[in-house]
């Protein structure tokens, strides 16, 4: 059985198998991929993305939240991208869909809202255990 998973847009996701090559653009979530073990999948950021500071330095920028350089995206040739409703314009998100790069959007309001994001996260990336820690 395949498990799924449903983001803030409503796009349903099959948990990844094979190992994700991940752009974050919400320097929140780079920051939560650390946490729950799972920075090694992590192969673009923003300039905004900026902890752990000891981790993100090696990790390529492809610019703001908003605006992204997208040559140097398809030189990274990442597999999703983890965006935010606030943080990312939806046609850039869009681009990034329509170019082959499976977008996990999210959408946390309250604080309660983020024990689903890391149910999200974790389940889709290979790290349920830990985020459900």
Not at 45 to 67: E, L, M, Q, Y
Not at 90 to 111: F, M, N, Q, W
Request: proline fraction near 6%; charge should be negative.
């Amino acid at each position: 059985m395949v498990e799924i998973f449903i983001d803030n847009a409503g796009t349903v996701h099959e948990k990844i198998i094979s190992p994700p090559r991940v752009l974050s653009l919400v320097p929140s979530l780079t920051e939560l991929h650390f946490d729950l073990g799972l920075g090694e999948q992590i192969v673009g950021r923003t300039n905004f993305c900026i902890h752990p500071a000891t981790a993100v330095g090696d990790i390529p920028s492809v610019g703001g939240t908003k605006k992204i350089n997208f040559d140097k995206v398809a030189a990274l040739n990442p597999s999703h991208a983890l965006v935010n409703i606030d943080e990312t314009p939806r046609g850039l998100a869009e681009k990034l869909d329509s170019i082959g790069i499976e977008v996990i959007v999210t959408h946390p309001i309250v604080a309660r809202d983020n024990c689903e994001l890391f149910r999200l996260i974790g389940g889709l990336f290979g790290a349920a255990d830990r985020a459900a820690e």
